[in-house]
C-alpha cells in the first residue's frame, strides 16, 4: 500500500499495529512506527495508543515506548495504563509506580486493569527481604484502599491481584479478608489462598482451604494440588501429602517433580528413590528435574548402583550432558568415591558446564578425597573459564583448600572476594580451627576486624 503511493489512515495503522501486538512482531511494529512519523500520525492519540500497546506487548517499552508516550501532547487512561503494563512486563518497578503516581496527580481515570498491573510489581519476589515485604504489604493496601473508593472491589482479576499481594507479603490476615468479601472467586483465587498458607507453614489451613474450594464446587486442579503437597511437607506432614498426591487423577511430571523434590529436600532421600521407581513403573518419562533431584539423593545415600541406573535413564532420554543432570551425576560418583568416572563426565562435557558443576566436581574430587593436586587443577580451569569471581565457586574453593590444609590459598581467595557472606567466613573460620600449627585466636580476630571494616 505503502510502497504504491497510498498514505494510511490512522485507522489502518491502529489495525496493523494491533496485529503485530497480537504477533509479537516489535519488527513490523517499528517499521508502523516510522511510516506514522513521515505521515505525521505518531501523535495521534488513537496511533500513540495502539503504538504504546505494541511496544508494550512486545516488551520495547522502556526502548521505544516511553518516548512515544512523551510525544504524545494529551496521554489519556488507556496510553497511562499502557506504559504502566510495559513497564511491569519489563521489571521496571520503581518506574511503573512513578507512571502510576503521575496518572494520578494528572487526575487521569483509573480503571481495573491499571491498579491489577501497578499490584502485579507490587507483589514481592522470592529472594526479596522482609523490609520488601513490608513495602510491597503497604503499597498493596494502599492500591486496595483505592479500589474500595473508586467501587471496584467487585473485579475479579484485580481482586486476585489484591490476594497475590497479601499472600507474598505474608499478610495471610489481609488475604483473608479480601477472599472473604470477594463477590466471585475462581479456581486461581483459592490456589492464591492455598499457597500462601503452604509458604506459611500453615498445611492445616491450605488442607482447609482444599476442603472448602471442593465443597464449593470448584475442582481442584494440578497446581492446586501441588500446592497443598508442598504446604504438607513444609510442616512436616509427608502423610498428608502422600494422600493429596495420590488421590491425583491424572499426574503429570511437574506434579512428580513436586513429590520427589519435596522428599529429597527433606531428606527423605530413599522415599524420593522409591516414588521414582513408581514413576517409571508407570512409563511417565522423566526430565531433567526429575533425574537431578534423584541424583541427589542417590548422592547423599551414596547408592552407586542407583546412581549408574540413574545415569542409564539420563543416557537413554537424551539428558546425560544436560548441566543439571551432569552435576548429579558429578556429585553421585564423586560422593562414592569413583573420580575417575566423575572427570571422565566432566571433561566430556566441558564446554556446556555451568556454576553448579563447577561447584560439584571441586566439592566432590577435592574436599572429600582432600585431593591438593585435583583442587589445583580444578582451580586453573575455573580461572581460564571465568568462573572464579563466582561467590559459589569462591566458596567452593575456599572449602576445598581449607579441607587440605591450605589455609594460605584458601586466604589468598578469600581477600579478593569484594562481598564475604555468611558462608565464606564460616568456611575460614572452621578451616583455621582443623589446621594444625594455625592460631585459631590471632587469625580470627584479624579476619573479624576485617569483617567489621
Given at each position: 500500500?505503502?510502497?504504491?503511493?497510498?498514505?494510511?489512515?490512522?485507522?489502518?495503522?491502529?489495525?496493523?499495529?494491533?496485529?503485530?501486538?497480537?504477533?509479537?512482531?516489535?519488527?513490523?511494529?517499528?517499521?508502523?512506527?516510522?511510516?506514522a512519523v513521515k505521515t505525521g500520525l505518531d501523535k495521534n492519540i488513537f496511533v500513540g495508543n495502539a503504538l504504546l500497546s505494541m511496544y508494550a506487548k512486545c516488551g520495547l517499552m522502556v526502548d521505544h515506548g516511553v518516548r512515544v508516550f512523551e510525544s504524545l501532547s494529551g496521554p489519556n487512561e488507556v496510553s497511562f495504563t499502557a506504559v504502566i503494563n510495559g513497564l511491569a512486563r519489563e521489571d521496571k518497578v520503581l518506574e511503573a509506580v512513578h507512571m502510576f503516581r503521575s496518572m494520578r496527580e494528572k487526575g487521569v481515570k483509573v480503571d481495573s486493569v491499571c491498579l491489577s498491573n501497578i499490584l502485579s510489581i507490587s507483589a514481592p519476589r522470592e529472594e526479596c527481604d522482609s523490609s520488601n515485604e513490608t513495602y510491597c504489604n503497604v503499597m498493596g493496601k494502599q492500591i486496595h484502599s483505592l479500589a474500595l473508593r473508586l467501587g471496584l472491589e467487585g473485579d475479579l482479576?484485580?481482586?486476585?491481584?489484591?490476594?497475590?499481594?497479601?499472600?507474598?507479603?505474608?499478610?495471610?490476615?489481609?488475604?483473608?479478608?479480601?477472599?472473604?468479601?470477594?463477590?466471585?472467586?475462581?479456581?486461581?483465587?483459592?490456589?492464591?489462598?492455598?499457597?500462601?498458607?503452604?509458604?506459611?507453614?500453615?498445611?492445616?489451613?491450605?488442607?482447609?482451604?482444599?476442603?472448602?474450594?471442593?465443597?464449593?464446587?470448584?475442582?481442584?486442579?494440578?497446581?492446586?494440588?501441588?500446592?497443598?503437597?508442598?504446604?504438607?511437607?513444609?510442616?512436616g506432614d509427608f502423610e498428608t501429602g502422600q494422600g493429596i498426591f495420590s488421590c491425583m487423577p491424572h499426574r503429570s511430571v511437574v506434579a512428580w517433580n513436586a513429590l520427589l523434590s519435596g522428599y529429597s529436600k527433606y531428606e527423605h532421600y530413599?522415599?524420593?528413590?522409591?516414588?521414582?521407581?513408581?514413576?517409571?513403573?508407570?512409563?511417565?518419562?522423566?526430565?531433567?528435574?526429575?533425574?537431578?533431584?534423584?541424583?541427589?539423593?542417590?548422592?547423599?545415600?551414596?547408592?552407586?548402583?542407583?546412581?549408574?541406573?540413574?545415569?542409564?535413564?539420563?543416557?537413554?532420554?537424551?539428558?546425560?550432558?544436560?548441566?543439571?543432570?551432569?552435576?548429579?551425576?558429578?556429585?553421585?560418583?564423586?560422593?562414592?568415591?569413583?573420580?575417575?568416572?566423575?572427570?571422565?563426565?566432566?571433561?566430556?562435557?566441558?564446554?556446556?558446564?555451568?556454576?553448579?558443576?563447577?561447584?560439584?566436581?571441586?566439592?566432590?574430587?577435592?574436599s572429600r578425597l582432600c585431593s591438593l593436586l585435583h583442587g589445583r587443577q580444578f582451580h586453573g580451569q575455573v580461572v581460564k573459564s571465568g568462573y572464579v569471581s563466582d561467590s559459589f565457586v569462591e566458596t567452593a574453593l575456599t572449602d576445598m583448600y581449607c579441607k587440605c590444609g591450605e589455609i594460605d590459598s584458601a586466604r589468598e581467595i578469600f581477600d579478593t572476594v569484594l562481598i564475604k557472606n555468611t558462608v565464606l567466613w564460616n568456611e575460614m573460620i572452621h578451616g583455621v580451627r582443623k589446621t594444625p600449627g594455625r592460631s585459631w585466636i590471632t587469625e580470627s580476630n584479624n579476619w573479624t576486624r576485617d569483617c567489621r571494616k
Open positions: 500500500m505503502v510502497s504504491q503511493g497510498f498514505l494510511p489512515s490512522r485507522f489502518t495503522l491502529a489495525s496493523v499495529l494491533s496485529a503485530c501486538s497480537k504477533l509479537l512482531d516489535g519488527v513490523t511494529g517499528m517499521r508502523c512506527h516510522g511510516t482479576h484485580l481482586n486476585n491481584s489484591l490476594l497475590e499481594v497479601y499472600a507474598k507479603s505474608k499478610d495471610m490476615n489481609g488475604a483473608e479478608l479480601v477472599f472473604g468479601e470477594m463477590p466471585e472467586v475462581n479456581v486461581v483465587s483459592w490456589n492464591i489462598m492455598i499457597a500462601g498458607f503452604g509458604q506459611e507453614y500453615r498445611s492445616d489451613k491450605s488442607v482447609e482451604y482444599l476442603k472448602r474450594m471442593r465443597e464449593s464446587g470448584f475442582e481442584p486442579n494440578e497446581v492446586t494440588c501441588i500446592s497443598v503437597i508442598g504446604a504438607c511437607f513444609r510442616s530413599e522415599e524420593a528413590i522409591n516414588h521414582f521407581r513408581q514413576m517409571q513403573f508407570e512409563n511417565l518419562k522423566p526430565d531433567r528435574t526429575t533425574l537431578s533431584v534423584i541424583l541427589s539423593s542417590c548422592a547423599k545415600l551414596r547408592l552407586l548402583e542407583g546412581g549408574k541406573q540413574v545415569h542409564g535413564v539420563a543416557i537413554r532420554t537424551n539428558m546425560s550432558k544436560n548441566s543439571h543432570v551432569v552435576s548429579g551425576l558429578i556429585a553421585v560418583y564423586s560422593e562414592c568415591e569413583k573420580m575417575e568416572i566423575s572427570e571422565c563426565i566432566f571433561d566430556d562435557c566441558i564446554a556446556e558446564l555451568d556454576i553448579a558443576c563447577w561447584n560439584s566436581m571441586i566439592a566432590g574430587s577435592c
